[in-house]
């Protein structure tokens, strides 16, 4: 049971205090309400650039890093479609150095030239870094591009383009910390080694005085349901075809993800999986496959995926992979294969909860989500998930209707 | 309030770090055992390590296969069977082969625990390494390896490791696919005899420990015939490469190049390697430090440029390590060699080194937050040779080493001659 005091500033700033007295540490954990969905489509991959210039210096402070180094601290961040969450972490008695610092970049940036013009070169460098530079780098760029024809899920966080990336410009920077960088649209953790009490008035003093600013109201078009399987096939540089099979399913706030993602590690969880066991053990068609979802706020996606074996067709592999999944549908699982998820999904979250870091984190997304408190109700969702659903999702979820398939092809062979 | 004033803070520098102690005892047959008991997660992990790596094996490939296999197959379960054995509890048990060592280890929720250490005795009495599941290994592992290939940044990690130390010397040693080919199970299980069997092994167990630890251990690993033996790891002489300067073309369509530039450097016992230790963090060792400013924070060549000691026990290496865009490899390269000069030829501010200082103590705090990350520590004391003395000495050698000293660490190895200089394209 994770305890927390949370409470809301008169700017509507959320903020949220989990003591922990067993580190010497404090973590700073910053989510804004922001991700790659948010962004204009025609000046993707904002969201994640913005990340870097947070790093560029505020309004009254030269640079972010050193100071919080001085401190005894470190700190990075991350960006996905859905958010961007900033954290650090420093002894706790150092904790109104990370306090000062965040309230500085929310009050404002520095909006520096110099910086947009050297951020978007380290970018660009990964970008090739990760998606040019390296074999299926670029299979989410065109994956997203099939699935979603809406939502814009339909482009990666990095960006649909070097070449928005390479436009940005300092009006586009102000535009997107205004409409996004306000207090009301940030939720503010503090974990560790704290006194609740004195926490409460160092973030009234920081945080207290900073402008609300609008609330950005989210309307983002909605992704209508896939009527009709979608097929793409690439030739590439690659040494082997790779097969990419993906499945609309649920938001994250939906009482059927609890099952969806149940059956991603029945599908694909490890070495007593039923993929890697059918189809890279037993029949060896493929040299690996992967199940795996990515958590997503809005609808997100299920995704099973393979490297054939040598000399094996990929209809072939496909074939294999679909009597699987029609066997979970058809036959359904037995109780003992079920609790085996679920212990699997209560050691990880028990792993998981071990550094206060993490924890923080949690805290942050789960709020955002619409309640931290969810974050102890959680496993009790997974327990209450049963053998029927298992099978009644696997039915709605595996039709070839709702199914973008990929071949990702090597034209070495 | 001025928003310009940043709060006062408590110099990291003044904390008094310590690194909680083990408790020590040894199983029937001789076997060590290391614990520390803490956190608040009803979690534990064990960790045995045997003197099983690379350094003791005949032929290229078969420590990490032999590692690997054994949770491939006992005369009992299959391997589908022995994973399910793990993932029914939720828990993890993964292997994985250095060069000295090669470790089996288990992470588990504490409850769970009993059910799990009879399938580990198991695995380590009783696998059979059958020829069907070395067939997948050497197919899918063929796979791995011509995808790896197509990756600038692993070619050049194994060419690097090859000048350094020697194609023939396990830490510069690498697989080729005729390598893969030639592994069979008779290798597997001689090796597996002398090494497991009959080996060495240290165990090192950490997080929430249940009270009867001790009898649970000894009834399940106390009999094992490993510690029979004395298995001493053989020196290896180092062969470093003549020719300093390497360009390799990979991939005719890279937009970017893996630079390596690395130069051979002493292990844990040499006195200077804990005082390079925070010249090599002003150098690139975080995000602050000096080529992290200039090539990234300046000049935008890279995503990221750090600068690392190898984490070996009989020779190491200092290395620095980037991606950077096609077109600026050079460049890249002649700005790590200023930034050397500087450092051979200017004192470090005592601003910017109480930065450094400050940021590897905090940095020392954090790390030792949580029961793994105590054990991981006393587990490179310990099978590096060293003593608590090793840690305290080095937390000295953070809070206090001098300006001066660090430029004459500088003026003793910072010199571009001294490195190898790949780029791969």
């Known amino acids: ?413 | 309030m001025n928003r310009k004033i940043a709060p006062p803070i408590k110099d990291a520098i003044e904390y008094k770090l310590a690194l909680k102690p083990y408790e020590y005892f040894t199983l029937d047959n001789g076997m060590p055992v290391y614990t520390i008991h803490a956190g608040a997660q009803e979690v534990i992990q064990i960790e045995m390590v045997f003197y099983a790596g690379n350094h003791f094996e005949k032929q290229k490939g078969i420590a990490a296969l032999t590692n690997f296999m054994l949770k491939n197959g006992t005369s009992k379960r299959n391997a589908f069977q022995l994973n399910e054995a793990f993932d029914y509890y939720g828990a993890y048990c993964n292997r994985s082969c250095y060069n000295e060592t090669a470790v089996l280890s288990l992470h588990t929720l504490t409850k769970h625990l009993h059910h799990l250490l009879p399938v580990m005795e198991e695995m380590l009495t009783d696998s059979i390494f059958p020829q069907s599941e070395l067939e997948i290994y050497q197919q899918n592992a063929q796979q791995r390896l011509t995808l790896n290939l197509q990756k600038a940044e692993f070619v050049a990690g194994r060419l690097i490791d090859s000048y350094l130390y020697g194609e023939q010397h396990p830490y510069g040693v690498y697989t080729n696919p005729e390598d893969i080919d030639a592994l069979t199970t008779e290798a597997c299980k001689t090796f597996y005899k002398d090494y497991y069997l009959n080996g060495k092994c240290v165990l090192f167990v950490s997080g929430n420990l249940p009270a009867d630890l001790r009898i649970q251990l000894n009834n399940h690993f106390g009999k094992l015939g490993s510690n029979n033996q004395k298995i001493i790891v053989p020196i290896i002489e180092t062969l470093p490469a003549i020719e300093k300067k390497y360009r390799i073309e990979n991939d005719l369509n890279a937009v970017q190049g893996a630079i390596r530039i690395a130069s051979p450097f002493p292990n844990r016992h040499h006195p200077d390697f804990k005082k390079v230790a925070v010249l090599n963090n002003l150098f690139g060792g975080f995000f602050g430090s000096r080529l992290m400013s200039n090539i990234r924070e300046d000049k935008g060549y890279t995503y990221g440029i750090y600068s690392y000691i190898h984490n070996h026990i009989q020779q190491s290496a200092w290395v620095i390590s980037t991606e950077a865009g096609k077109e600026v490899c050079e460049a890249t390269i002649e700005e790590i060699y200023k930034e050397m000069k500087t450092l051979r030829e200017k004192k470090v501010e005592e601003d910017e080194l109480l930065l450094v200082r400050n940021y590897m103590i905090g940095g020392l705090l954090g790390d030792l937050d949580g029961p793994f990350q105590i054990m991981a520590r006393w587990k490179n004391i310990v099978l590096n040779n060293l003593d608590e003395a090793y840690f305290y000495d080095s937390i000295n050698e953070i809070k206090t080493i001098s300006a001066e000293a660090l430029m004459e660490l500088a003026n003793k190895y910072l010199h571009p001659e001294n490195f190898y200089e790949l780029v791969v394209y």
Not at chain 1, 85 to 107: F, G, K, V
Not at chain 1, 192 to 202: A, S
């Open chain 1, 1 to 413: 049971m994770i305890q927390f005091k949370s409470f809301t500033l008169q700017n509507g700033l959320r903020v949220l205090i989990h003591e922990d007295k067993s580190t010497p540490m404090a973590v700073v954990n910053v989510l804004y309400d922001v991700g790659a969905r948010d962004e204009d489509p025609a000046k993707t991959g904002f969201a994640h650039l913005f990340e870097h210039l947070m790093f560029g210096g505020s309004k009254n402070i030269p640079v972010y890093d050193e100071p919080l180094q001085v401190a005894g601290g470190e700190n990075n961040a991350f960006t996905t479609n859905d958010l961007t969450n900033y954290y650090c972490q420093l002894p706790a008695e150092n904790i109104e150095t990370a306090l000062w610092l965040e309230s500085d970049r929310m009050l404002s940036l520095a909006f520096s030239k110099k910086s947009l013009e050297v951020q978007r070169k380290v970018v660009c460098e990964e970008f090739k870094e990760h998606y040019i530079n390296k074999p299926y780098g670029d299979v989410w760029h065109k994956l997203r591009a099939l699935i979603y024809t809406t939502h814009p899920y339909k482009w990666m966080t990095i960006g649909a383009s070097l070449q928005h990336i390479e436009e940005a410009t300092i009006e586009d920077v102000k535009g997107f910390f205004n409409k996004h960088y306000t207090p009301s649209n940030a939720i503010l953790v503090i974990a560790g080694n704290v006194e609740t009490e004195k926490t409460i008035q160092l973030v009234e003093k920081w945080f207290g005085t900073i402008p609300s600013g609008e609330k950005y109201n989210r309307q983002l078009p909605q992704e209508p349901p896939q009527l009709a399987p979608r097929h793409l096939e690439i030739k590439s540089n690659v040494p082997v075809d790779a097969l990419y099979k993906c499945w609309h399913i649920y938001a994250r706030t939906d009482n059927r993800y609890y099952a969806a993602d149940l059956i991603t590690d029945i599908l694909g969880g490890g070495g007593s999986s039923r993929l890697f066991q059918a189809l890279v053990k037993e029949k060896q068609l493929f040299s690996s496959i992967d199940c795996y979802h990515f958590g997503s706020t809005d609808a997100g996606l299920l995704t099973i995926e393979g490297k054939l074996a040598k000399g094996v067709n990929i209809k072939e592999g496909e074939k294999a992979l679909n009597i699987e999944l029609n066997k979970l549908q058809q036959e359904g699982i037995s109780a003992a294969e079920l609790e085996k998820v679920k212990n699997k999904t209560e050691s990880a979250m028990a792993f998981e909860d071990m550094s206060v870091m993490n924890r923080a984190a949690s805290i942050a997304m789960y709020e955002l989500l619409g309640d931290a408190n969810l974050m102890n109700t959680e496993l009790s969702r997974y327990h209450a998930v049963t053998v029927e659903e298992i099978i009644e999702q696997s039915r709605i979820i595996f039709t070839e209707n709702n199914c973008s398939t990929m071949y990702y092809l090597s034209n070495n062979q």
